[in-house]
């Protein structure tokens, strides 16, 4: 991504709305991390599993203006399934749950664009409001020591870039996976490294998948991770959607698939990945994307260990 400033069409993020006297406790309840303890300038990653510790959803959350309820940033292709299967279980809890008409931007590089101007000097994953402009800011996982931002606006702001490669590139380089349709149910959240960008709460009490997931952490399961790869050469590549969710080979065993895409994105001809793998594979297998004759995948180192100290 470009030092100078950039803003992004994130138009394959949603945002949530959780509201209600019980909105709060109810979500503690549902997914992988801490909703209660949630500081009104602060933002978390969390998952939403089903009951075999599947990962049905990522999301990025934060308090309402009113500091009542909570917002919820997620993929949109399964934002509105999303909130359906989550209605199934508010039974008599005071909760309501709404997709909200807002437009969701990335915004990237500290100086001002189009006027805006982003906030200064915020860590990841802290909030800031301007009342005054309607924008809601969220801090971003850096990249390369370069600040970024998820801005949330409720109009339209001019000027953003329809192509949200770069930005979704980021995200991977960051190791921040993002669970769509094509990757549902696919994975437990340590596979997704939840567990190492604290998207996990293990102090926390129950939800569904908790069984699952505090199993593999405590026994210290977990063969398979993720990673960040993309090819060296161009291809003939199509669109980034029909590679999110294929399979990955190895050169020395190309008949029995090894792992799978998770998130994909395409940028100047090159194909960019998080895909899972088995940890022992990752320093010396040779990777290719769908089959042997596909593209060749080059693992990229993450900013985090992909095993515990």
């Known amino acids: 991504m470009s030092s100078s400033a950039a803003l992004f069409t994130l138009s394959d993020l949603a945002v949530l709305e959780f509201q209600g006297a019980?909105?709060?406790?109810?979500?503690?309840?549902?997914?992988?991390?801490?909703?209660?303890?949630?500081?009104?300038?602060q933002a978390k990653l969390g998952a939403y599993c089903n009951a075999k510790g599947r990962v049905q959803a990522t999301l990025v959350f934060w308090r309402t203006p009113d500091d009542t309820g909570i917002q919820a940033l997620v993929k949109a292709d399964i934002a509105d399934a999303l909130m359906n299967r989550l209605r199934m279980f508010v039974l008599r809890s005071k909760v309501s749950i709404e997709r909200l008409p807002v437009h969701v931007y990335g915004y990237t590089g500290p100086s001002s664009l189009n006027g805006l101007t982003p906030p200064q000097d915020t860590p990841p994953y802290t909030l800031s409001r301007m009342p005054s402009q309607h924008l809601t800011w969220i801090s971003a996982p850096q990249v390369a020591q370069e600040k970024r931002w998820w801005l949330i606006s409720p109009t339209q702001i001019d000027g953003a870039q329809e192509d949200s490669a770069?930005?979704?590139?980021?995200?991977?380089?960051?190791?921040l996976p993002w669970v769509d349709q094509s990757a549902y149910e696919g994975y437990i959240p340590q596979t997704l490294n939840l567990d190492l960008i604290d998207g996990i709460n293990f102090q926390k009490g129950c939800y569904p998948g908790q069984e699952v997931v505090a199993r593999s952490h405590y026994r210290g399961t977990i063969k398979r991770r993720m990673a960040y790869a993309c090819t060296k050469a161009q291809y003939d590549l199509g669109l980034a959607s029909a590679w999110a969710g294929q399979d990955i080979v190895q050169a020395a065993d190309p008949d029995a698939p090894c792992g799978r895409i998770i998130n994909a994105a395409i940028h100047e001809g090159l194909l960019h990945v998080l895909l899972e793998v088995q940890l022992v594979d990752l320093e010396s297998a040779e990777f290719y994307a769908r089959d042997a004759q596909g593209p060749r995948l080059y693992i990229q180192a993450l900013p985090y260990r992909l095993t515990k100290e």
Request: glycine residues 4%; negative net charge; hydrophobic residues 45%.
């Open 166 to 175: 770069p930005w979704q590139i980021a995200d991977m380089q960051a190791g």
């Open 22 to 41: 019980d909105a709060i406790s109810f979500l503690h309840a549902q997914l992988t991390q801490d909703v209660q303890h949630l500081a009104p300038h």
